[in-house]
């Protein structure tokens, strides 16, 4: 076991799976000699070669495709885009072909791709290196969506998620890449290594996707949430008094729905946090998944703690990103019902 920050536990599921299996390959703008923008990828080109680590030009249409066609040829790319803002250009590939191709082959041939993206705010990225489009892929059939908020759970799920014979969406939440942020802005980033998540296997080892966490006990609601909005969740029960469950989805398509059904059952009332816009966001589908399956359990109307209806602005970040006492606000008010 080796105190990894997220950035590290990455760069290690990677090397770890281009040592195992030489179908294993990453790419994308910087990957290679730079060892891409946040260095996730730093040293596998010098370790694994420039056939298996290399960098591209800026088309992320082009990187998207050139990896389908590997996938479907037995290769399993990984393939980085720079910042999530900037999938755009690549998402009729991914939605049109790679998500595609099991079913209109009937099964013949499968896309064992991963896409890996930084996404989210805490950075002053702007309403350009900012964004969170995770609901974007949650909405397209034939693709997993996996979001890690702990060095630990990083590694074993994008070795999992390179392991798969279906496109896996791989965001990470960047502004937890080297230290867990809790919201607090007003104090200093603890480092990860004082973080029990931070202790990771130095070899292989996977999480299964498709399964949430338990990361707090609580009886009196449920919290739900994902990537950076788990540790500000944390840090608004801690700062509330209230005994709050908080579940870290993990991999938000498929979801698990019985970890959110038994936990929403116990405690009667939920808050869903998450960092992207509010309208047709992730939440309203877990709103709506909770409503269905947890009905005759709701002591209370569901809250959402969301970003707002609005590009992400740099001046005025901390208004825009959720924060614990946002979260608190939902809370008490759920307790209120």
Not at 101 to 111: E, F, G, K, L, P
Not at 132 to 150: D, N, Q, R
Not at 199 to 216: H, S
Request: net charge negative; glycine share 8%.
């Amino acid at each position: 076991m080796t105190s990894m920050t997220m950035i590290q536990a990455l760069n290690s599921a990677l090397d770890v799976m281009m040592s195992r299996d030489p179908k294993v390959l990453t790419f994308g703008e910087d990957v290679g000699f730079f060892g891409g923008v946040f260095r996730v990828t730093e040293g596998l080109q010098k370790k694994h070669g420039l056939k298996r680590c290399f960098d591209t030009p800026i088309n992320e249409c082009g990187i998207a495709g050139a990896a389908i066609g590997m996938a479907v040829y037995g290769l399993r790319p990984v393939i980085e885009i720079q910042f999530a803002d900037y999938v755009y250009p690549a998402y009729d590939q991914i939605v049109s072909e790679a998500a595609r191709i099991r079913y209109r082959s009937a099964n013949d041939y499968t896309v064992p791709m991963t896409v890996r993206m930084p996404y989210g705010g805490g950075i002053y990225g702007g309403q350009t290196h900012s964004q969170s489009p995770e609901a974007l892929f949650t909405h397209v059939a034939g693709i997993k969506t996996v979001i890690p908020s702990t060095p630990y759970d990083a590694k074993g799920l994008l070795i999992s998620a390179i392991e798969d014979d279906d496109p896996v969406i791989f965001l990470e939440p960047k502004r937890v890449y080297n230290g867990p942020f809790d919201g607090r802005r007003d104090r200093p980033v603890q480092p990860w290594s004082k973080h029990p998540a931070s202790e990771v296997p130095d070899g292989y080892y996977t999480l299964p996707l498709g399964k949430a966490a338990l990361v707090r006990e609580g009886a009196d609601l449920t919290v739900l949430a994902y990537g950076t909005m788990v540790h500000v969740a944390v840090a608004a029960a801690e700062d509330s008094g209230i005994d709050a469950e908080i579940l870290d989805l993990r991999t938000l398509l498929p979801v698990d729905i019985d970890a959110i059904v038994a936990s929403v059952s116990k405690t009667g009332r939920c808050v869903i946090v998450h960092e992207a816009t509010r309208t047709s966001g992730y939440g309203a589908e877990l709103s709506a998944l909770v409503q269905e399956h947890c009905f005759y359990k709701l002591e209370a109307p569901i809250e959402r703690v969301t970003g707002f209806d609005t590009p992400y602005p740099h001046a005025l970040e901390w208004e825009y990103f959720p924060t614990p006492p946002r979260v608190i606000k939902a809370m008490r008010r759920v307790m209120e019902a």
